[in-house]
């Protein structure tokens, strides 16, 4: 029993119809009734009735469809996993910690396999503690994180730093403010990103070092949000200084929060790394893609 085969059955069974199968899977319709005639011969069960309104799955056809899609991707993973170990002497794998990516060009990183045609680049998010770990335990090459918690065995460089605004809209009484410290967000209504960005952790650790919990009314996934809910007025938002367009766009001011946290990106990678991977040449590259506020 083939892979595509199974895959070949279960687009049958979702579309009901083998002319629809077929243009979706680019098989003639002849081909793929002979082939779901095939599967249906190795074992030994009709999985459909040809009916006039299409093919009907039969309680075997449906029974079939049931576990055939779990073991369709598991053969998926486990291809792609082969391949991945074929292919792993020319891969090079970078992982972003959560909202670090918004800081570059992303056509850089999208073409850095022309910059560098010897590896095929593949590229993941996930919080800050996951990259940082993916990154000890070997499983990425090169990663970008937020702040200095890294472990020794780590190599790093410093590639950004900034600092939290408080994102305020007109009438508010920060408006007009050159600067607000931390223990004045006591109370306030505060948008931010969630908790799978370093600074959602970072607002909270600092927040109760003045001795309080802060307000947080709304948490999102995308820093536009953030941004829009202040315009309406449903609080005052909470963003590292790397988005002055959005608020620029929308009128609002970006007033600094004294005393809070810094926003420090470094690039890290395993020494051995080093040894196959150019890493001056891509510091030196995704110095060149940060982009410019």
Same mark, same amino acid.
């Given at each position: 029993? /083939?892979?595509?085969?199974?895959? =070949?059955?279960?687009?049958? =069974? ?10 979706? !899977? ?15 011969? /190795? ?25 055939? @899609?779990?073991?369709? =991707? ?10 991945? #170990? ?38 993941? /998010? ?13 499983? !990425? ?41 931390? %223990? /004045?967000? *006591? ?5 931010? !990103? %969630?908790?799978?960005?370093?600074? =959602?952790?970072?607002?909270? @650790? ?8 802060? %307000? ?11 941004? @829009? ?27 600094? #929060? ?31 893609? !940060? *982009?410019?506020?």
């Amino acid at each position: 029993m /083939e892979t595509k085969h199974i895959r =070949y059955f279960c687009t049958v =069974y979702e579309q009901k119809s083998i002319n629809k199968a077929a243009k979706l !899977l680019y098989i003639s319709p002849q081909g793929l009734s002979k082939i779901i005639g095939q599967l249906e011969a /190795e074992l030994n069960a009709e999985l459909f009735l040809r009916t006039k309104q299409g093919m009907v799955p039969t309680e075997t056809g449906t029974y079939f469809y049931k576990y055939s @899609r779990g073991i369709f =991707y598991k053969l998926e993973e486990l291809e792609y996993g082969i391949r991945r #170990i074929q292919d792993r002497e020319k891969e090079m794998r970078i992982g972003f910690s959560c909202g670090t990516l918004n800081l570059f060009d992303f056509r850089v990183v999208r073409d850095l396999s022309k910059e560098f045609p010897d590896f095929r680049v593949q590229w993941e /998010e996930d919080n800050n503690q996951g990259i940082i770990g993916k990154a000890e335990k070997g499983e !990425l090459d090169l990663a970008f994180v937020i702040g200095d918690q890294i472990p020794e065995e780590l190599e790093r460089v410093q590639m950004y730093s900034a600092s939290p605004r408080a994102i305020v809209y007109e009438g508010h009484p920060f408006y007009e403010r050159e600067q607000i410290c931390v %223990n /004045e967000l *006591k109370d306030e209504p505060l948008i931010t !990103l %969630n908790e799978k960005f370093h600074t =959602y952790h970072e607002l909270i @650790r600092r927040c109760h070092d003045f001795g309080f919990s802060p %307000n947080i009314i709304a948490r999102t996934m995308e820093s536009p949000l953030i941004y @829009r809910f202040v315009k309406e007025k449903h609080g005052i938002g909470v963003d590292v200084d790397i988005h002055s367009s959005y608020a620029d766009s929308l009128g609002l001011r970006r007033v600094p #929060i004294a005393e809070a946290f810094s926003w420090d990106i470094q690039m890290i990678y395993k020494k051995e790394k080093a040894e196959e991977y150019p890493m001056d040449a891509l510091c030196s590259c995704f110095r060149n893609a !940060l *982009k410019q506020e």
